[in-house]
């Protein structure tokens, strides 16, 4: 057998090999066998906040809040709580009537 052939050979074993533990690894998560299986990431958070009025700072009650998995109307307070896709940024939309658009950020 050339040398070519050879290593061929042996790299198609190691890939069989790895790929056989790799399917025990992932099998075994999560067993019977004691142990706490591995934490998973959220896909979904949540935004909280309040609308207030740029002109006045008074809470806007029954605005509209979306992001792209939820939607809300603010309390009487201006409070709201909204679904929100899981991660350290997302695209918040606010509606009120008698409000123009505007694209204030606060963090």
Sequence with gaps: MSMVKRVMSALNGLLAACLIVGLLVGCGEGGSNGSTPAPTTPTAGT???QVVSLANNTPVSGATVKTN???ATTAADGKFSVSAP???RT???VA???FADAFPVAR
Excluded: M, P, Q
Aim: hydrophobic share 40%.
């Design 47 to 49: 935004v909280v906040g």
């Design 96 to 98: 009120a009537n008698g």
């Design 91 to 93: 695209i918040v939309r």
């Design 69 to 71: 998995t939820g939607t």
């Design 86 to 88: 899981a991660g350290d």
